[in-house]
Nanobody, 122 residues
Framework: QVQLVESGGGLVQPGGSLRLSCAASGSIFSINAMAWYRQAPGKQRDLVAVISRGGSTTYADSVKGRFTISRDNAKNTVYLQMNSLKPEDTAVYYC????????????????WGQGTQVTVSS
């Protein structure tokens, strides 16, 4: 089994910054793509940013230029640096990882973190 544990959420004023972290642990041989999603009340869960194992990144248009996703493969950890936060960024942020658990099996399985609340308000 694999566990993803997020941290770093909280309450911040508009224009402020937060850094989210997500550490993966458990039965891990390698991790392919890692990503952050978010879900606001009454809305669907949307992709915020994704990073490949090699470091290629893709962002939602709404966060381009403000958010930066990065990862530390040695620590099985992904980060989301969020700057110039806006009230519309308020949501529960979820970490996602595509994990290969064994060198014997090439299958990659998706895992989710429990979510961390980010609230942007004055």
């Amino acid at each position: 089994q694999v566990q993803l544990v997020e941290s770093g959420g909280g309450l911040v004023q508009p224009g402020g910054s937060l850094r989210l972290s997500c550490a993966a642990s458990g039965s891990i041989f390698s991790i392919n793509a890692m990503a952050w999603y978010r879900q606001a009340p009454g809305k669907q869960r949307d992709l915020v940013a994704v990073i490949s194992r090699g470091g290629s990144t893709t962002y939602a248009d709404s966060v381009k230029g403000r958010f930066t996703i990065s990862r530390d493969n040695a620590k099985n950890t992904v980060y989301l640096q969020m700057n110039s936060l806006k009230p519309e960024d308020t949501a529960v942020y979820y970490c996602h990882a595509a994990v290969r658990s064994s060198w014997r099996e090439a299958t990659v399985y998706p895992y989710w973190g429990q979510g961390t609340q980010v609230t942007v308000s004055s």
